[in-house]
C-alpha cells in the first residue's frame, strides 16, 4: 500500500460528519492498513479516514509505536457510550493541522464500542492518553477539529500562526 495524502485544514471535507461503514470487508481492510501506513510515516499516533479524503466513520490508533512495540487499533463506526466527569487538559498536536499545537480540555476516560475489522462489535474503557486520542479521532468523523475546541481568542492566535505570511 501507498502512503496516502494526508487533508490539511482549511480543506473544507475536514469539516463534514462522516458516515457510517455498517460493516467491514477487504476494501475496508485494505483502506486500513493504508491509513495505518500513513500514520506511522506522518509519524502520528492516530488518523481518521476523513483527514486522507474518505468520508467514513473510521479510524487507526497506535499509542505505543513510538516508546515500544506497535500495537495498532482499527476503529469502525465507534460510538461513545460513557465518558467521565473527571477532565484534563493538555495540548493536542494534529496531521491536518501541522505546526499547531492547542490545549484541549477532555474527559481523562470514555467507554466506546466499534466494529473491528473482524467484523465483531468491541467494547473498551480507554484512559488517560488512548482516550484522549480517540476522542480527537471520533472528533474528525464528526466534522470536528481541533480549533474547534478552543476559545476564539486561541483559535484567532492559532490561524494565524498557522498562515504566516509568504508560507502559502
Not at 463506526?77 to 466527569?85: F, L, M, N, Y
Request: charge should be negative; charged fraction near 20%; include cysteine.
Amino acid at each position: 500500500m501507498a502512503v496516502m495524502t494526508i487533508l490539511k485544514w482549511p480543506d473544507p471535507r475536514l469539516s463534514v460528519a462522516s458516515a457510517p461503514l455498517g460493516r467491514t470487508s477487504p476494501v475496508v481492510a485494505e483502506l486500513a492498513d493504508a491509513m495505518l501506513e500513513t500514520m506511522y510515516a506522518a509519524p502520528g499516533r492516530g488518523l481518521a479516514a476523513p483527514q486522507v479524503g474518505v468520508m467514513a466513520r473510521m479510524f487507526v490508533m497506535d499509542m505505543g509505536w513510538k516508546d515500544g512495540p506497535a500495537d495498532p487499533w482499527v476503529m469502525i463506526d465507534p460510538v461513545v457510550e460513557w465518558v467521565s466527569d473527571g477532565t484534563a487538559a493538555g495540548p493536542e498536536a494534529c496531521l491536518s493541522l501541522p505546526g499547531i499545537e492547542a490545549e484541549v480540555t477532555r474527559p481523562t476516560e470514555l467507554d466506546v464500542r466499534w466494529i473491528g475489522l473482524d467484523g465483531e462489535t468491541h467494547r473498551a474503557r480507554l484512559e488517560g492518553f488512548e482516550a484522549i486520542c480517540a476522542q480527537h479521532e471520533i472528533d474528525h468523523l464528526n466534522g470536528i477539529l481541533t480549533l474547534d475546541r478552543v476559545s476564539q481568542a486561541a483559535r484567532l492566535d492559532l490561524v494565524s500562526a498557522y498562515f504566516v505570511p509568504g508560507t502559502e
